[in-house]
Each structure stands twice: as structure tokens, then as C-alpha cells.
């Protein structure tokens, strides 16, 4: 299903375009499946396991004091598992970013968040997009095998690789 609605936003823009005509921002703006998938990998496979944070004043978390200066980790891994905003976690759901503007703060945080939000994260956006579309344009793939279970230890890994065949399109 994910690759059949990512292709056909794509192959729309395609049609759209003479031989050899650039990608526009428009284009890249009408790519929300698109997004919502590359979003819906980052959620899945975040790029940051676990980071640190100074606290700043005391607090109290499930009956435990947290004192002002303790360092404490916190995992995106387990933020994006969180079933009260991600309906069934562990299942790759791009339209769990339909909304995105209405996602709690801080519950994606793969580029960070807040005044730590990743500076580059626009310029991510814009090469994911771009990357997607030329490789879904110009080349045709298939999954050598169906088990793409994954585990984190501690950075999530496929059990068993990714294996993938890659052929390039012939044009039209």
C-alpha cells in the first residue's frame, strides 16, 4: 500500500514535467505521502537512540525525586512507541503523520525538537524528497526477502539485512 500511494504522487509529477524539467518547490510542496512515509521511517528507525539532558530544577517522576543538576538519558526510540499518539507502534503507518501539526510537542523527535531542533532539518526535508523521487522514478525495486523484522541493540538493525534488487527504469 505505502508504495503504491508513494509512487503514484510521484509518477503525477512526472507527468506533469516535459524530458528534463527540474523539480520545483510546488512539486516538493505537493509531496505529503511522500514526507509523511520518510517521517514515518525516522519514527521507526530513529537516527538518535538516546541523548542527555542537564536538569535544570527539581522534579518528581512516578514518586521519584529528579534533583536539579542530575543528568538523565531519554530515548527517541521509546518516545515514538508511545501507543496514545502512535495507534500500533511496531506497524510502519505513514498516515500516523497525517496530522502532524497536531502531534503532541515532543512526541517526534528524531531531528530534536524545540530550540534543538536539527538546523539542517529543511535541508533534509528538501534531499529526502528529491532523493525519493529520482530513485522512484528511475528505478525499479524489489524486496529479495518478505522478513524485514528489525531489533535495537542498540541502534535498530534488520534481523536479517535488507537485501533489495535494483533496476533502472526504461524511459518511455
Not at 130 to 136: A, E, F, K
Amino acid at each position: 500500500m505505502v508504495e503504491k500511494y508513494g509512487t503514484a504522487e510521484q509518477e503525477k509529477i512526472v507527468r506533469s514535467k516535459t524530458l528534463g524539467e527540474l523539480l520545483t518547490w510546488n512539486d516538493l510542496a505537493s509531496m505529503k505521502y511522500t514526507w509523511r512515509v520518510a517521517l514515518e521511517s525516522l519514527r521507526i528507525m530513529s537516527p538518535v537512540f538516546i541523548s542527555f539532558r542537564r536538569v535544570v530544577k527539581d522534579f518528581e517522576y512516578e514518586g521519584y525525586l529528579i534533583p536539579k543538576g542530575w543528568q538523565v538519558a531519554w530515548s527517541a526510540c521509546m518516545t515514538h512507541m508511545n501507543e496514545c499518539i502512535f495507534p500500533d507502534p511496531s506497524k510502519f503507518e505513514p498516515r500516523h503523520f497525517k496530522k502532524a501539526a497536531f502531534l503532541p510537542p515532543y512526541s517526534f523527535v528524531a531531528l530534536g525538537g524545540g530550540h534543538r531542533i536539527c538546523p539542517g532539518y529543511e535541508f533534509a526535508r528538501l534531499e529526502t524528497l528529491i532523493t525519493i523521487h529520482y530513485l522512484v522514478n528511475r528505478f525499479t525495486w524489489k524486496l529479495c526477502c518478505q522478513n524485514i523484522s528489525f531489533s535495537r541493540d542498540p541502534m535498530p538493525t534488520f534481523k536479517y539485512g535488507l537485501e533489495i534488487e535494483i533496476e533502472p527504469k526504461i524511459p518511455d
